[in-house]
């Protein structure tokens, strides 16, 4: 229980200081950071704890070099990046037959972590390096997070119907149609707050849409890295970080709504 009031007390005024406050490569830091972390989360989930130990590092380097290319245009970069690409399929060559072998889902995994989930947190720096990015960025933290938290205490009250039981047994509909209106309601509140810090109005019904969708995937994406967790009998994904659960069990709603809104008010930017 301290732990979790440290981590609400300290870890999320940080986080929003990073995001909102310090200078873009700050955040490009941090995600960084956030990306090495779940690389070897997600390889200790999957592959195992020796395995983790002895790779996490190549999947955490793609990680970098592909958050690093969006903050710096530095022509080596892509050269590094592919070079690293074309190392996780060689370890599993070179590995083969032997003790500690990488197999075929021990590749995809490296490969999950190194790019996949880099790249959707990257969709927090697009969004603020946008106009007004500095408040922009915390659109996928303000509909999945809400819709997280109306989400538990709906299902709590009127939960009766099980949304998806084999994959996580406490979610309901009910539950997730509240998860919903949370997203949409916080997303409204947001479009107010934004208006009156900025003098910008960016419509409450895109801001609504804007929840609605951001809920929606937060939902899936919970469910996706709960059907890992399920699938090779793990608790939660990392004790790396102070509280319950690693980054994989805390932003992974938003890993799926942030490239998505990112790709939208870039359009909309346009």
């Known amino acids: 229980m301290k732990q979790r009031i440290l981590v609400a007390v300290v870890g999320i005024p940080a986080l929003l200081a990073v995001l909102c406050i310090a200078p873009a ?42 958050l690093g290319r969006q903050v710096f245009s530095w022509p080596g970069l892509e050269w590094l990046l592919l070079a690293a690409a074309l190392a996780l399929p060689l ?20 490969a999950a972590a190194g790019f996949a989930i880099p790249w959707a ?13 500095y408040l922009l960025v915390l659109t996928p933290l303000v509909a999945a997070f809400c819709s997280d938290a109306l989400a538990l205490f709906t299902g709590m009250a009127l939960g009766r119907h099980k949304l998806a039981p084999l994959v996580s047994p406490h979610k309901t509909v009910e539950g997730a149609a509240g998860g919903l209106v949370g997203g949409m309601a916080g997303m409204a509140i947001f479009c107010l707050v934004y208006r009156a810090i900025t003098g910008v109005n960016l419509g409450l019904p895109l801001c609504v849409a804007l929840g609605l969708l951001g809920a929606l995937l937060g939902e899936l994406g919970d ?27 805390r932003f992974d709603s938003v890993l799926f709504a942030a490239p998505v809104l990112c790709a939208l008010l870039r359009a909309l930017a346009a």
């Open 223 to 249: 469910l996706s890295f709960s059907a890992v967790k399920r699938q090779y009998g793990i608790k939660d994904y990392g004790r790396l970080l102070p509280g319950h659960g690693g980054v994989l069990d």
């Open 121 to 133: 947190f990257s969709g927090l720096y697009g969004l603020r390096m946008l106009e007004g990015g």
């Open 25 to 66: 490569w700050a955040t490009a830091l941090l995600l960084a950071a956030l990306s090495v972390i779940a690389a070897h989360e997600l390889l200790t989930a999957v592959c195992g704890p020796d395995k983790a130990r002895r790779w996490t590092v190549l999947p955490a380097l793609c990680g970098v070099l592909l």
């Open 91 to 110: 370890s599993g060559v070179l590995t083969y037959g032997k003790p500690q072998a990488l197999t075929f889902t021990d590749v995809c995994a490296m």
